[in-house]
């Protein structure tokens, strides 16, 4: 019994890295358009961060989902693509012109700058 779940698990295992190289090499990714049109249909605005985070990334995340219901989202460290970037790029502009569609022109500079404000608070106490 044992070895027939073995076999069934590593068939499974198999199929799946070959899904997954074949993905991998032909590029089948959802493009960041359809993705953002598909978050802002419904509702679930994301704003996606990568590289070294800045001491009060934390306190904005937290103003951003508990305000607006915006979630910050890492996707990556400091080491990316370029391709990563662009989509990064690409994805946070629509996002951020439909929160600012909704919730004014000034609503993420605000937001930030109280964030480092908050921060700074925080540090002297």
Known sequence: MVNLLTIKSLK???????????????????????????????NNLKIRTFGYPVAWLGEYARLLKSRLNVELVPVAGCVVTNKLVEDVNRYNTVTKSEIKRRFGDSILDDLEKEAKQNYEKSRLH
């Open 12 to 42: 499974i295992m198999r199929i799946f890295v070959v899904l997954l190289i074949l993905s991998i090499s032909f590029g089948c990714s959802i493009s960041p358009k359809n993705e953002v049109k598909h978050d802002i249909a419904n």
